[in-house]
């Protein structure tokens, strides 16, 4: 969305809205409308300073402009960020995508508290893709972590204005008046801003360097950062005025539902017999897409009146392809290739290469050495994938809930056969994300079929193609091995991973150099560079050919450490018993926060004395070693484990300990308890940190013992909900959650609980009844395997 002073060529979906859905959405000034539902999706590491930095904040361009207007028009928009009308009301643009995480909330509170607005005056905005915004991406957990500067200053730089403006209505110095809830007072004098809108001259400028110099607020003089205050996004939820991408509506549009071939690659039309679906009501025709862009191969779209008559009528077209030739791959011939994989040790990228882990792995009086996998998983968020493709004076209008603009406007150009400024992306809140709408690889269907039938074209997908079209979150296979000398002392450390690369697939761009100059996707190896003191430590990783041509790996949430640190954190767990040490015990000794593991400003502050905190702080309010292990029921035991987030650069310490009982008889496994202890440093919206640990803990609860498909000829077992059973509510654990205090650094939420949960549960359950176990997920089957045998699996 545009800034109110600029003048936009840009038809509104507003505008082409039916009847039905203008109702929904409401049309008075007061409410969002669906042209201005599109998200800012803000930029990844510096792009988003950088967009904001290089545009000045000019108070006298949005005066100037409104000069000649009547003062209801005036708008006090210094900066791309916010905007404050003659009534008060601020609104302010998203830098995220909205998917259930309150990330609008979150990041409105930071800029709400520099600026000191009313927050009751605050509304949000998610604005449309657009080259103003920089690169266009949510993942990662990096909104909080990467937005707080950027949105502080630009908070900041309104106030000062606001303040001096203010000042010379009232009459006074601007150094005797301070700003407190959209009001700015000298003694006994005020004006709101309302009225500094209303009757001032905002001309104020500043220029880049300005903006850096400006001093923020400290911790304790914040009034919205860190309190309970109303979340702006939920009762829009709750009321059904919410707009999703699902619900986008335009006049004249037609339904579309996909055919999806028998492989992801490779596969092409042979024939197409619609003579059955003929006799559907409103059913159209059927046509084979042509992509150029190579993204939907072999995919043939089946149009209709209404999405009830296209489905039917789908499901009746009789369709023979050629399939690909990844036809025959299981999930078996990848995990036995990634094996293949590891065992070449010319293979990969190192990741980690410290000097010397040869010769401590020679010199070792003792070695463990253990694999561990996990399988492939899928996202099966709550809103199927779907997009609204229109075509209006040359523009391509591509409305849909998406992650990752900037990744996937190019493909949509290439696909279109046109230029990348000729396609926008309108954004609405995303029923569940988790990832999977980091690949926006949906919307290239949708707008080849609205190309290939001159018409708006809606795709909708069923649970089932949506399952059998997504970007799951590639099955791994690991290998650890540590070194022990003659004291017991741990010496060196060797961690080799091998699982498909998302990153690779989609945007090699962004892969980074090992220390070998081989490229790696970070995405697929974060949290195997840990901060425990190991001696020499080598990390490996190694892109799994064959997953990545037999499906589109994907972003899941929590991404690498959904798997590097299953096995780190069991691995580390099976150390501490083959040293005879207390699994806690152990890994605080490693964690003495010296050399590369002390710590950096601003995000990493004390680096893995922070850890060890959580961990210690965790493990004290579950009981651990304080006798807890007599008053336990037969079968039920303790585990332990930690995490530092996703990245080292932005690091979220988090530890968890879970209580489990295992069923000796049946090898279910019910975890009773979860504790977990968070250091992010500074919460923003407390009450949406706990929501996001709460569902990441939740997650990760689901993914060690129930989540979980694999690949049979080529594509995933599981296409629906009946047989791919996640978390059932009746399995909920009780959870205790606790945040640690922090003015430091914010990092990221979203991911974090996931990772660490896992392992936790994994060691538990050893201590409960001795079975090992190496393989995510954990089935009842492997656990009575174990038992049987009296061995770890």
Request: hydrophobic residues 45%.
């Amino acid at each position: 969305m545009r800034n109110s002073d600029e003048k936009s060529t840009t038809p509104k979906l507003g505008d082409r809205l039916t009847t039905a859905a203008k109702k929904k959405l409401g049309n008075d000034a007061g409410q969002v409308s669906l042209a201005r539902r599109g998200f800012m999706i803000a930029a990844v590491s510096s792009g988003f300073s950088l967009a904001f930095l290089r545009t000045d904040i000019s108070f006298a361009a949005a005066t100037a402009a409104a000069a000649t207007q009547e003062n209801t028009h005036k708008i006090f928009n210094p900066t791309i960020w916010f905007e404050i009308d003659r009534t008060g009301l601020v609104t302010i643009n998203i830098a995220k995508a909205e998917m259930g995480q309150h990330i609008g909330t979150a990041l409105a509170r930071i800029l709400a508290d520099e600026l000191e607005a009313d927050w009751a005056s605050v509304r949000l905005r998610y604005v449309d893709s657009d080259p103003k915004w920089g690169t266009m991406v949510t993942g990662g957990s990096w909104s909080v972590w990467q937005s707080f500067d950027a949105l502080s200053r630009a908070g900041a730089a309104g106030r000062i204005a606001l303040i001096e403006e203010g000042a010379k209505l009232l009459g006074v110095a601007a150094s005797s008046c301070q700003a407190r809830n959209g009001v700015v007072s000298s003694g006994s004098q005020m004006i709101s801003y309302a009225n500094i809108v209303s009757k001032g001259n905002l001309t104020r400028k500043y220029s880049s360097e300005q903006l850096k110099a400006l001093v923020l607020k400290a911790p304790e003089e914040r009034r919205l950062i860190g309190q309970n205050v109303q979340a702006l996004d939920v009762p829009d939820k709750v009321n059904g005025r919410a707009v999703y991408g699902i619900d986008a509506v335009v006049d004249g549009m037609l339904y579309a539902r996909p055919r999806i071939p028998p492989t992801r690659y490779g596969a092409k039309v042979l024939s197409i017999d619609d003579s059955a679906a003929k006799k559907i009501k409103g059913y159209l025709k059927t046509i084979a897409l042509e992509d150029p862009s190579g993204t939907v191969p072999g995919w043939v779209m089946v149009y209709a009146d209404s999405y009830a008559a296209a489905s039917l009528a789908a499901d009746l077209v009789h369709i023979e392809w050629q399939a690909g030739e990844s036809a025959k791959v299981s999930e078996k011939d990848i995990q036995a290739h990634a094996t293949k994989l590891i065992d070449d040790p010319a293979l990969g990228s190192l990741v980690v290469a410290d000097d010397g882990v040869a010769a401590a792995f020679s010199a070792a009086k003792r070695t463990i050495e253990h694999s561990y996998s996990t399988a492939t998983v899928l996202h099966f968020q709550l809103e199927p994938v779907n997009a609204l493709a229109l075509e209006d004076n040359g523009i391509w209008h591509i409305h849909t809930g998406n992650q990752w603009q900037s990744l996937i406007l190019p493909v949509l150009a290439k696909a279109l056969g046109v230029a990348e400024s000729k396609v926008i992306l309108h954004t609405y809140l995303i029923g569940g994300g988790f990832g999977r709408r980091l690949n926006g690889d949906y919307a290239v269907p949708a707008a080849l079929a609205a190309k290939a039938i001159g018409r708006p074209v809606k795709m909708l997908c069923t649970r089932a193609d949506d399952a059998r079209f997504d970007s799951p979150r590639s099955a791994s296979m690991q290998r650890l091995r540590m070194a022990f000398n003659e004291t017991g002392a741990v010496t060196a450390m060797q961690h080799d991973a091998c699982a498909g690369w998302p990153t690779q697939v989609m945007i090699p761009a962004f892969m980074p150099m090992g220390k070998n100059g081989q490229p790696y996707d970070p995405f697929s190896i974060s949290g195997a560079d840990h901060w425990y003191n190991v001696g020499a430590h080598q990390v490996r990783a190694i892109s799994n050919d064959l997953a990545n041509s037999t499906f589109r790996p994907g972003w899941l949430r929590s991404v690498a450490p959904g798997w590097t640190n299953w096995a780190v954190e069991s691995f580390i767990d099976e150390a501490a018993i083959a040293s005879k040490t207390d699994p806690l015990a152990f890994r605080l000794s490693l964690l003495d926060a010296t050399g590369k593991n002390a710590g950096s400003t601003p995000n990493a502050v004390d680096g893995a004395k922070r850890l060890a905190n959580v961990l210690q702080r965790v493990a004290d309010k579950a009981g651990w070693g304080n006798g807890l292990g007599n008053t336990l029921s037969a079968d039920t035991g303790l585990g332990i484990a930690c995490t530092f987030g996703q990245e080292r650069d932005m690091p979220t310490w988090t530890a968890c300990v879970a209580r489990v009982k295992v069923d000796r008889y049946s090898g279910m496994v019910k975890v009773e308890k979860l504790f977990m202890v968070i250091d992010a440093g500074t919460i923003i919206h407390p009450d949406g940190a706990l929501a996001q640990a709460e569902g990441g803990a939740l997650w990760g609860v689901s993914m060690a013992l129930h989540e979980g498909t694999e690949f049979i000829n080529g594509e995933v077992k599981d296409t629906n909900l009946n047989s791919y059973q996640p978390l059932r509510m009746a399995d909920v654990p009780d959870m205790e959650i606790e945040f640690v205090a922090s003015t430091l650094a914010a990092t990221g939420m979203g991911e974090p609980p996931t990772t660490v949960v896992g392992p936790a549960i994994g060691n538990a359950i050893f201590a409960a009844v001795g079975a090992r176990l190496r393989d995510l997920p954990i089935r009842p089957e492997a656990i009575l395997i174990s038992l049987a045998k009296h061995v770890p699996v």
